[in-house]
């Protein structure tokens, strides 16, 4: 019953911004983590940031400074406001809901040079 829906992905170009969203359904969202991991074809899924229920964050080295994860749990939703993207930034995003141990479906997120 638990679903995550993310949106926001697509094209752009190296130095612009895209918003990442993740609705969610199925779990009492004001109780969890959650979290944004990303994966590129043929490499491992990594951490990008967390946000706790009280809304302390963390982020991996290579985005910090650039990206911001916040979340409005009146709307069951945590984003992704991805600044300053570099090419290496392509992906997959993936929403997970870290005590339900579940995974969104992912959106593409394509940075050109």
């Known amino acids: 019953q638990v679903q995550l829906v993310e949106s926001g992905g697509g094209l752009v170009q190296a130095g612009g911004s895209l918003r990442l969203s993740c609705a969610a359904s199925?779990?009492?969202?004001?109780?969890?983590?959650m979290a944004w991991y990303r994966q590129a074809p043929g490499k491992q899924r990594e951490l990008v940031a967390s946000i706790t229920s009280s809304r302390s964050t963390n982020y991996a080295d290579s985005v910090k400074g650039r990206f911001t994860i916040s979340r409005d749990n009146a709307k069951n939703t945590v984003y992704l406001q991805m600044n300053s993207l570099k090419p290496e930034d392509t992906a997959v995003y993936i929403c997970?809901?870290?005590?339900?141990?579940?995974w969104g479906q992912g959106t593409q997120v394509t940075v050109s040079s």
């Open positions: 997970y809901a870290i005590s339900q141990n579940y």
């Open positions: 199925g779990i009492i969202f004001g109780l969890n983590t």
